[in-house]
């Protein structure tokens, strides 16, 4: 299947940059670029898309509220979105993630990392920059209101709450079924479930959820 993708960024030679590297892989398609919140909105419930890689600083409406109105909560049918910007800023990743983000990513990443970051996705996983910090993650959870009652866990099966716990830690599905020692399609039904059942809409929250009931932490490790 062919990943279609909307690129938005109010510099030309970023977007064009963009894609062309994406539209060089076989499973990837850019099938439109956007200058602005605005005119992605509107090019992106027209068009579609599996992923919209989106700036932050924009004119007529920056890249947040446009996350916000594409995959924020109430969206009926939400996009993914991956924020991509050159502030390492903390209330940027806060307010991405609180507008329905499924990853946040610097623009000086490597052109490997870009076209990996848009297949995760894709596949409906979620994920930050190696550089968003356990510190980062640990902060937005205290922030987050009202915490959720840990009570909530036992929902969960031992094996899916095990999956819960490495998806707080950072590790990604083959990272998690090399640990647990299962299959990539069983570890995917886990993380579903695990999503399910504690009404979480992806693994970036998934991720905060551990932190905010102390399944995860300083000490027990964190994403990086």
Known sequence: ??????????????????????????????????????????ITRRTRPDVVLMDVRMPHMDGI?????????GVEDPVKVVILTTFDLDEYVFDALQAGASGFLLKDLRREDLIHAV??????????????????????????TPAPNAAELERLTPREREVLELIGR??????????????????????????????????????IYAYEVGLVGPTTGGPA
């Open 1 to 42: 299947m062919t990943i279609r993708v909307v690129v938005v960024d109010d510099q030309e030679l970023v977007r064009s940059g963009f894609s062309m590297i994406l539209d060089a892989q076989p499973d990837i398609e850019v099938v439109a670029e956007a200058a602005d919140g605005e005119e992605a909105v509107a």
């Open 65 to 73: 509220e446009a996350t916000r109105r594409l995959a924020g909560p």
């Open 119 to 144: 297949r995760v996705v894709a596949a409906g996983d979620a994920l930050l920059a190696p550089s968003i910090t356990r510190r980062l993650i640990e902060s937005y959870a205290r922030r987050a």
């Open 170 to 207: 950072g590790a990604n599905n083959a990272e998690i079924g090399a640990t647990l020692v299962v299959s990539d399609a069983t570890v995917k039904t886990h993380v579903g479930r695990v999503l399910m059942k504690l009404g979480l809409r992806d693994r970036v929250h998934a991720v």
